[in-house]
């Protein structure tokens, strides 16, 4: 295999007594969109800002093409980044602001100003060029930063939570033009963001960090349909994680569930808890057996698409259920319904 | 209509309490008679006779080189300051130190008047240097005062400018001096003015500092003032306060349309 484009080896930084990052070991090829995805103090923004150059690891390597960066000034480093605050100058015009890294590099003026012509249009932002940044919607300065960024024509670029500050309706279509811009560029994205659904919609792979360590990594279908971890598995849409012992016979015996959960490859010798999707579990009047167990339902939320039920099994566990429009309203609250689901659906978690 | 009548009348009086002892001066200025507050009939003879009295245009020249010699100074020494409360983070001794650079906000001038000439004269007894005081040392003197009032402009500007967009500079190739050249002294740039002129205008009109740290060789103009007051007024005070007064409005004025100008064309 090719040297990967960005490597991350053992790194490890401390903020006084918390630990940012733990010996953090990362590969991203040339052309990936990678999301580095956990919560507040996951250690993603660390991570993001050590690549930029703003932080410097206690220990480990930072490797662009085989060559450490270790003591590589962030106005040296070969990428880019773009800011969650998006950073624009003020004082200076959407093309000043796209222009200003060409300048530093010494481009000349009339090919200064074609690049700064191609990049706004990329962005969709022709006939923006003389205006200041206090002067553009949330969504234009989105563009702006992002024309800033890739007007270097990066091999990597970084960015820090780009549709974080964007309306709700204009995340969906900013994301759509991200993954384009990136096909078109042929730059590798590394995209940091708290978002799942921003997550598995964009990547090609998704980092799930968790305290400064990498828990899973894959593409997003791999790591949302076999979350590794509980804390990937709850993270990512909300399975429930249903604790309990190996039986013995290839199922795992959950007492808080009253039931018993048989994966449909074997269950690994040390399992403790199996981690069960709200979409995959079904009302089945009638069912019985294993896969299958009886609750009442103590709240209903609709969510348009689908609704939620919460329901409370005999052992104490409360499972989240997704119940599908088609399948017609929901039983009210207070009813006793059967659960049921399949094999396939009963993922073992490793930690 | 009616609502607006009591917040303009409100404005009204509160214009007419600062302008109007302003004003008053500023007519009797255009007065013949001897006594400063006596109307006699329009004349310039005060501006005629401000235009001969060498003595007050020396101590107005020596001022007005004090007063920007200070400010600049202030606006070099606050800077530094601000930059460091604002963007070093914490350090030891960095309350001690932000306490220290605020002190010359709180301490009455008497105090700062008192201890300055105390440390340059034991200063001139250990090194020989100030050989006199005057008006170096009256400049050194307002830029220490002028410099913590910079100092706090700096640092409030610096406070509330994000740091991500120095770190955008430095991303984007711009070094360590050109990001500051290009991003963080633009940005800055109203802070420094403002400083610059708040340090001109205490060091312009201070008596009290002044008097302390002066000696023969050195009489700013509101020294001059002050001991005319003792020896008797003259409208000529009033034709001084009218040209200082169009200097000040003109000053202020100008570097309203140069900061516009600044933030307009880029």
Known sequence: MSTPLLSLRGLLKRFGETVAL??????????????????????????????????????GQVLFDGRDLAGVPPHARPLNMMFQSYALFPHLTVSGNVAYGLRREGVPRAERDRRVAGALAMVGLEGFDRRLPHRLSGGQRQRVALARALVKRPRLLLLDEPLGA??????????????????????????????????????????VLEQGRLVQLGPPRAVYERPATRFVASFLGGANVLEGQPDGAGG???????????????????????????????????????????????????????????????????????????DGAPPPRGSTVQLAWEAAAVVPLLG | ?????????????????????????????????????????????????????????????????????AATLAVALGACIGWVLARQGPFRGRPLFGALAGAPLVLPDVVIGLSLLLFFVLLEGATGWPAERGATT??????TIGGAYAAVLVQARLATMERDLEEAARDLGAGPATS???????????????GWLLAFTLSLDD?????????PAGTTLPMVVFSMLRLGLTPEINALAVVILLVALATAGGALLLLRGVIGRR
């Open chain 2, 138 to 143: 009256i400049l050194l003197a307002h830029a």
């Open chain 1, 252 to 326: 795992l015996d959950c007492p808080t569930l009253g039931g018993t959960l048989r994966p449909a490859g074997p269950l690994p010798p040390a399992t403790t808890a199996c981690a069960l999707r709200p979409e995959r579990i079904a009302l089945r009047p009638g069912a019985s057996g294993t896969n299958t167990a009886a609750g009442i339902i103590e709240e209903v939320a609709f969510r348009g698409d689908d609704s939620l039920l919460l329901v409370r099994m005999p052992g104490g566990a409360v499972l989240r259920v997704g119940h599908a429009e088609e």
């Open chain 1, 166 to 207: 964007l309306d709700a309706g204009l995340r969906e279509r900013t994301g759509f033009e991200l993954r384009a811009l990136q096909r078109e560029t042929g730059a590798a994205f590394i995209m940091v963001t708290h978002d799942q659904g921003e997550a598995l919609a964009l990547a090609d792979r998704v980092a």
């Open chain 1, 22 to 59: 733990d010996r953090l070991d990362l590969d991203v090829p040339s052309g990936e969109f990678l999301a580095l995805l956990g919560g507040s103090g996951s250690g993603k923004s660390t991570l993001l800002r050590m690549v930029a150059g703003f932080e410097a690891p206690d220990a």
């Open chain 2, 180 to 194: 500051f050249a290009t991003i963080t002294l633009p940005l800055l740039a109203p802070s420094l003015v403002a």
């Open chain 2, 207 to 215: 008596v009290v500092v002044a008097s302390f740290v002066s000696g």
């Open chain 2, 1 to 69: 209509m009616r609502r607006s009548a009591f917040p303009r009348l409100g404005l009204l009086l509160g214009l007419l309490f600062l302008w109007l002892p302003v004003l008053l001066l500023a007519g009797y200025a255009f007065s013949d008679a001897r006594i400063p507050f006596q109307w006699g009939g329009f004349s310039w003879r005060w501006f005629v006779a401000l235009a001969g009295n060498e003595r007050m245009l020396a101590a107005a020249w020596l001022s007005l080189r004090v007063a920007a010699g």
